[in-house]
């Protein structure tokens, strides 16, 4: 008695095939289509920004988006204050960040160090013509004036010195300042952004909407450049501009 052919054919030969094509994909396509690609295949944030929504650096330190309204989309319980630090994806980035910001909140005592976080793309290296000299700081997400959050890995990411010091510290005080003068709350967010799979944040996506009466509203995207300087954002190298 013959036995009956098997109808189920081997998958090696269209596994072959996939991974050919994949090889050639990578290849053949462009740089920027291969980033879009890992960006889809590969997110590490709830972000309502992506890098293919950022128009590239223009001399500006950020951008504001969506006509500075917030997405918030009522995803967050406000009655009360929290904090929300996204646990790091499989390259050890940061992801988002979010809180609701009161008086309640706020620490009453000073910030202690932080050097023992290395977040991804760290570097110790210097340039004279940086104020302070030295290129990258380690920045809060969430700074620390307004969640006394410090040596968190999950809120700290690569940022160069014109970014935290100026830029997002500028956001950060309205913030803070705002808090004080009115005792209200203020729900945000902080989102770096990364493209494919850079190891330095492109920048941040920063939210912020007071609650009790919606006096306070911002939604920017701050770039992580410093004047005077080629970054890498792949692994966070750099070289003065000549």
């Not at 944040?201 to 009466?213: F, L, R």
Request: include cysteine.
């Amino acid at each position: 008695m013959r036995r009956r052919k098997s109808k189920n054919k081997s998958f090696l030969p269209y596994l072959n095939i996939l991974l050919i094509s994949f090889a050639l994909f990578l290849i053949y396509t462009s740089k920027d289509d291969v980033i879009n690609f890992f960006n889809t295949a590969f997110p590490n944030t709830n972000s309502s920004a992506t890098v293919l929504d950022i128009p590239p650096y223009q001399n500006k330190p950020y951008i504001i988006l969506n006509n500075n309204q917030t997405n918030f989309q009522n995803e967050y319980n406000t009655e009360q204050t929290f904090e929300n630090y996204s646990e790091l994806d499989s390259l050890g980035r940061c992801g988002v960040a979010v809180a609701l910001v009161g008086l309640e909140t706020m620490p009453d005592k000073e910030r202690e160090s932080i050097g023992m976080i290395k977040p991804t793309g760290w570097h110790t290296v210097k340039y004279d013509f940086i104020d302070g000299k030295y290129l990258y700081n380690r920045c809060h997400l969430i700074g620390y004036q307004l969640t006394g959050e410090n040596a968190n890995d999950k809120n700290l990411i690569t940022c160069t010195r014109s970014m935290n010091a100026k830029t997002m510290l500028e956001f950060e005080n309205k913030v803070a300042n705002y808090v004080k003068k009115t005792k209200h709350h203020v729900l945000y967010r902080v989102t770096p952004i990364f493209e494919g799979l850079n190891l330095l944040a492109t920048g941040v996506e920063m939210e912020a909407k007071s609650i009790e009466d919606n006096a306070l509203e911002f939604h920017v995207f701050v770039y992580n450049v410093e004047d005077g300087v080629s970054i890498n954002y792949q692994n966070g190298d750099s070289t003065a501009n000549s």
